[in-house]
């Protein structure tokens, strides 16, 4: 930058803290935002990026600490504030309603609507933005008809609907495929040219290289650094958001095929709205193999993990386990059957987070032995076999008796995988392992991936984690609206190939 | 110039303690005398009198502990019923239709059996309630898992029903004839429950509940199947997909569920009644929920909270003789009692914290 | 047998009563309603109409007024429903379990307080109070047959009818309904909003404890001009079963009510016309009935998305 252009300031965030129970999710944060640029904030899951934008929103309050607007301080003691004061914020889950249009959804309380109100000139409006930023999606339809790209725009504008002179992206990306991302980066440098101001959240250091102007970098509730982009790159980023070197690849041992443990053919089943989810999809799994599924989520990974899991019925098509069709037998005979599962939803799904570790350890085979010894649950053994599994696995809880809910957020995935590899099943069946958990945790279960693939066991791994596909797995299929569109071998293939894939360009 | 301003936050405990679960369930009580005491003046009668009566009148004297040992059995039975539906958060508003469709199979194996010995006789009665029980509330499970009907509404709809059906039999083929009264003649001896202790009518009703109590605790707490009941009811989506059935749980645990209910019909009639009446239940199905939410959903402490309501129960009709107020004022307390037991919950969740704000 | 009731007369009288049993029903479903819509689950419904009712005939007994009674029905109504929201909504607490609570409490206490104002020494003389007039319509009600079944109703029952358009203007016309309708099927969306989560469903619950207030004070005020314990009947729950059988859809509501107060209207004439049938089954008949019309609707329901969740900001 020239010495004499000076940037405007237009946000000062001043030792911000804000705490919640047994956790300091922000310390002391004190952050500096120009007009006209594009500001990221960037660090691991449990940072404390979201808690500072939820301040920054009106979401929660913080517990101490000063936020200045264009010099003067303010106070955002809720969201209808932040509104007031033009800033406007992007979720990184979508807080849309699903049975409204998007219409519906922008206008849905704002000062402009009548009490009886028109919407004919609101359409005007948004149509205007539209075409403004050249998107096209139909506008009156119900958000649940609308692709998650397409959602994603309707959060935008309905920031944008209101006015705002700052604009909160929160994870904006971990939905698109890498061309949608492409688009809004560019939708982003526009809004930045005339004048909008954007804070961006993420934990991606390939996005944060290519359209961020500065960087803030969070540590565990702590500010570490501002630096400007241009001035660093992505190992010293890393760096810096972890505290330590970082282990950029883990090491993957050359793939031996063997024989065929699980095929999938033709499978078709509906979602919950009732629309064709599964169009078709076929596959194999082999011992010993790791095949990745790339995909935006909502193109039917979560209804085919259902399908394999027994939890949703499949309307065709079949599942052949060790030589036998299995489609549509039950969660707890394909469990018997060596049928393992990661969730992507670990405290939906995974665990039951009022139950204690222990218990949790054996959930599923509450009737087997060793856990039951004739009409009762056997307590000395349940308490050794979860001794054994905590030492084993290094999960950090003061006792097996503890309630789960009380485990941080890797230490209850510790318990899923422990729970799910001392199964020993033939198949693995993993959903976002690694979402929202540490860097040490994700190599922890990048490695525990591995030797089990090296045991021969055969894992089906989904994640929207491009990187960590192409890091773990021998073959990767991606599947777009139901559909395999192909699978590739990750050494003959590139980012860009998948991602274009992933948006059903073949 | 630096100047602390003092905050309170109100913020969840990481842990909950027990201390404060009983300590709030104690200021709940006491909160809900203090209200009642209120309704006590209403009627000009003398508070202390009042409370000195109902005390006596449940625990001050041995005709009275037993009496309130037989008030609180029917109140064990519908608690442990809604424990074991609640616990799945299985809502289970039918303890009342349960409790007297037991009554009912009880009276109808008494019309089918008359001659039998006691023992023998006592057992086809407890099965035939559990049957009826079980039965009852399975409709609804079925209802549930076929067409998606709330179990709420329609155990609720169904207990309207079935005090239907027992006006209508013990207005026509069960009616005894001695009177205009719809009520059924008196039951053969040998089809009594043994008495405990005769001078005090004491039967072993009281017993069976007990039995009860430990064996629903058993269940719950320490069987697979319990552990699956639990686990439906605090995350049935992570229960589902390890493998629990859902629909099926339901069934089971609604089948228990009405089957504990109508064992206390049968008990009721067997042991205490000796006659099948429309009033047969004073509200028991809808008391035993509030037992249950008391006793936290344990099965044991049912046990107690069952023996503190039967108290207040039998200590109303001492305290009416006393002082002249009416002895539904009892369901007004139990209400007013779990209104505030509820509130006092929150105790139990959250915490003030001090925060200090620099500024 | 069945012959008997074709007469005109008996027809007219059928249908007017309809009309007549539908109100007070009607009033809560609506109400219970507008809750559910803003998330929040009235179980309670039963014990608010009973409260009205008690509240209602004691007021009109002791003032000689029925529209005083009417406003203290309502009053009471939306008092209690106040102290469930306090529970359901600020402490976030099971809210079947509130409303279970509620009735309870309504039971216990207008019994009692029954008792000890109307009881007293022993000696039952039963209290009553005129009930409202009907009131006919100008013109309208002169036309033959429909003037005697529509337009021959008392006051009460023609606001019943049109809060029903008016409810359905409110949710679908105006921006607070949209509003209200958002915070059911998503809240933390509408929380992103800046608006007030806890104001709108505060402002629902105790719309549904007045309305349910004010059609329990209707059946001792404008039906049998005296208060019996239970007078209700089940007409609370009834209410929440509407709302399922209407899909939550104002007319679809007044559908539902319609034909449960024409099937009670039905049982009550037949009892008059000596059917042998025992008046017990007849009783059971509405409640049958409500069971079977959830196993139609419960299948394809569009219960709103986030109803009985409590909100918080975590």
Redesign the interface.
């Known amino acids: 930058m020239s010495a004499e252009y000076k940037p405007e300031i237009i946000l000062e965030i001043s030792n911000l803290t804000k705490r919640f129970p047994g956790i300091v999710a922000n310390d002391a944060i004190s952050l500096e935002l120009y007009k006209g640029e594009i500001h990221a904030l960037l660090g691991e899951n449990g940072a404390g990026k979201s808690t500072l934008a939820e301040c920054l929103f009106g979401y929660y309050q913080a517990d101490s600490g000063e936020i200045r607007l264009l010099d003067q301080v303010i106070h955002i003691s809720s969201p209808s504030d932040a509104i007031d004061y033009r800033i406007g914020m992007v979720h990184q889950h979508f807080q849309l309603i699903d049975t409204f249009s998007s219409v519906e959804n922008i206008v849905l309380g704002t000062k402009s609507l009548n009490i009886i109100f028109n919407l004919d000139e609101a359409r005007q409006r948004i149509k205007a933005l539209c075409d403004q930023y050249e998107l096209s999606f139909d506008i009156n339809a119900e958000i649940w008809k609308l692709s998650i790209g397409e959602q994603q725009w309707v959060e935008i504008l309905k920031a944008l609907y209101v006015g705002i002179d700052l604009l909160i992206l929160d994870e904006p990306t971990a939905v698109l495929t890498p061309q949608e991302t492409d688009k809004l980066f560019s939708v982003l440098k526009s809004m930045k040219e005339s004048g909008l101001s954007i804070i961006f959240i993420t934990h991606k250091l390939r996005e944060v290289m290519a359209v961020a102007d500065r960087i803030s970098i969070l540590r565990k509730g702590k500010k570490v650094a501002t630096i400007t982009t241009s001035e660093t790159n992505p190992k010293e980023l890393a760096r810096m958001m972890v505290g330590r070197e970082v282990l950029f690849r883990a090491i993957k041992d050359a793939s031996f095929t063997g024989e065929e443990v699980l095929t999938v053919n033709n499978i078709w089943t509906r979602n919950d709205r009732g629309v064709d989810a599964l169009k078709g999809v076929s596959f194999s799994l082999y011992r010993g193999q790791i095949l990745g599924l790339a995909g935006v989520t909502g193109n039917g990974q979560k209804e085919l993990f259902e399908v394999l899991t027994g939890v949703r019925k499949a309307t065709q098509g079949e599942v052949i386990l060790s030589g036998e069709n299995v489609i549509n037998f039950d969660p707890y005979q394909l469990m018997l059957k060596g049928i393992g599962y990661i969730p992507e939803d670990r405290l939906r799904s995974g665990i039951i987070s009022d139950f204690k570790v222990s218990e949790n350890l054996y959930l599923g085979r509450q009737r087997l032995r060793p856990f039951r010894k004739g009409l009762f649950i056997d307590e000395s053994a349940i308490q050794h076999y979860s001794k054994e599994l905590v030492s084993q696995f290094d999960i950090t809880t003061p006792s097996v008796n503890h309630l789960a809910k009380n485990l941080s957020g890797g230490n209850q995935q510790k318990v899923i995988l422990a729970r799910e590899f001392t199964q020993q099943p033939k198949i693995l069946l993993a959903a976002q392992p690694t979402r929202g958990l540490d860097v040490g945790i994700v190599e922890y279960v990048h490695s525990q991936l591995l030797m089990k693939r090296k045991e021969g066991m055969a894992i089906l791994l989904a994640s929207e984690e491009l990187e960590e596909l192409f890091l773990l797995s021998d073959l990767i299929a991606v599947i777009f609206q139901g559909e395999i569109q192909a699978i590739l071998d990750p050494a003959n293939t590139t980012l860009e190939k998948i991602g274009l894939l992933m948006a059903g360009v073949r | 110039m630096k100047i602390a301003v003092l905050k309170y936050h109100i913020e969840r405990r990481e842990h909950e303690s027990t201390l404060a679960t009983i300590l709030s369930i104690i200021l709940a009580i006491l909160a809900a005398l203090l209200i009642s005491a209120l309704l006590i003046r209403m009627d000009g009668a003398n508070v202390l009198d009042a409370y000195r009566s109902l005390f006596i009148g449940g625990f001050g004297s041995w005709r009275a502990i037993f009496e309130t040992l037989n008030k609180a059995t029917p109140l064990i039975f519908t608690g442990l019923a809604t424990v074991v539906a609640f616990r799945a958060q299985i809502w289970n508003i039918g303890g009342e239709g349960q409790f007297l469709a037991g009554a009912m199979a009880a009276y109808l194996a008494i019309t089918l059996f008359p001659k039998s010995p006691n023992s023998i006789l006592i057992i086809v009665i407890l099965v035939f309630a559990l049957l009826a029980g079980g039965a009852i509330a399975g409709i609804s499970s079925f209802i549930k898992n076929r067409f998606n009907v709330d179990v709420i509404v329609s155990t609720v709809m169904i207990n309207y029903i079935i005090k239907f059906a027992l006006s209508l039999m013990l207005y026509t083929s069960w009616r005894d004839s001695s009177t205009f009264y719809p009520q059924s003649p008196f039951i053969p001896e040998n089809s009594y429950l043994p008495m405990l202790v005769e001078k005090y009518r004491f039967h072993a009703g009281f017993i069976l509940a007990v039995l009860f109590a430990i064996i629903t605790f058993l269940l719950v707490e320490k069987t697979p199947a319990g552990y699956e009941l639990r686990a439906l009811g605090f995350n049935p989506i992570a229960a589902k997909s390890r493998g629990i059935n859902p629909k099926r749980t339901l069934m089971w645990i609604l089948l228990v569920s009405g089957s504990l209910a109508a064992l206390g019909g049968a008990v009721e009639l067997i042991g205490l009644t000796h006659r099948l009446r429309l009033d047969i239940s004073i509200n028991y199905g809808f008391t035993g929920i509030i037992v249950a939410m008391l006793a936290d959903l344990n099965p044991l402490g049912v046990l107690v909270t069952g023996i503190l309501f039967g108290g207040l129960t039998n200590g109303s009709f001492a305290m009416q003789v006393k002082t002249g107020v009416p002895t539904s004022i009892a369901f007004a307390i139990q209400a007013i009692i779990l209104l505030f037991v509820l509130t006092a919950s929150i105790l139990t969740r959250y915490t003030i914290r001090k925060v200090e704000d620099a500024h | 047998m069945l012959i008997n009731f074709l007469q005109p007369v008996i027809i007219i009288s059928i249908l007017a009563s309809t009309i007549r049993i539908a109100t007070p029903v009607l009033f809560a479903a609506l109400g219970e309603l507008v809750s559910e819509k803003s998330g929040v689950m009235n179980?309670g419904v039963e014990g608010m109409m009973l409260t009205g009712a008690f509240a209602g005939f004691y007021v009109a007994y002791q003032s000689g007024s029925l529209w005083l009674g009417i406003i203290a029905g309502m009053l009471a109504g939306m008092g209690m429903s106040l102290?469930m929201a306090v529970?359901a909504i600020t402490?976030r607490?099971n809210q079947?379990?509130?409303g279970?609570?509620m009735?309870?409490?309504a039971?216990?206490?207008t019994?009692?307080?029954y008792?000890?104002t109307y009881?007293v020494g022993g000696a039952i003389t039963t209290p009553t109070v005129d009930i409202f007039p009907a009131v006919r319509i100008p013109l309208l009600s002169n036309i033959p047959y429909l003037g005697d079944i529509f337009f021959s109703q008392r006051l009460l029952t023609y606001i019943a009818f049109i809060s029903v358009p008016l409810t359905w203007f409110f949710l679908y016309?105006?921006?607070?309904g949209?509003?209200l309708r958002?915070i059911g099927?998503?809240p933390?969306?509408?929380?992103?909003?800046?608006?007030?989560i806890k104001r709108y469903q505060y402002a629902a619950v105790m719309f549904g404890g007045l309305l349910a207030g004010l059609g329990g004070a209707f059946l001792p005020l404008a039906s049998t001009g005296l208060f019996v314990s239970e007078i209700t009947?089940?007409r609370g729950?009834l209410a929440?079963?509407l709302v399922?059988a209407g899909n939550w859809i104002p007319w679809k509501v007044m559908l539902a009510s319609l034909i449960f107060a024409f099937l009670d209207s039905f049982q009550l004439q037949a009892q008059g016309l000596g059917v042998n049938i025992?008046f017990?089954?007849m009783?059971?008949f509405p409640?049958?009935a409500?069971?079977i019309a959830?196993?139609?609707t419960?299948?394809k329901?569009?219960a709103p998305?986030a109803l009985g969740v409590p909100y918080a900001?975590e």
């Open positions: 179980m102290i529970m402490l607490l079947t379990v509130i279970l609570a009735n309870l409490l039971s216990g206490l019994f009692y307080l008792r000890i009881e016309r105006t921006k607070q949209m509003s958002g099927e998503n933390r969306a509408v929380d992103t909003h800046g608006i007030n009947a089940g729950w929440i079963v399922i025992p017990q089954i009783l059971a409640y049958l409500a069971i959830m196993m139609s419960r299948v329901s569009i998305a900001r």
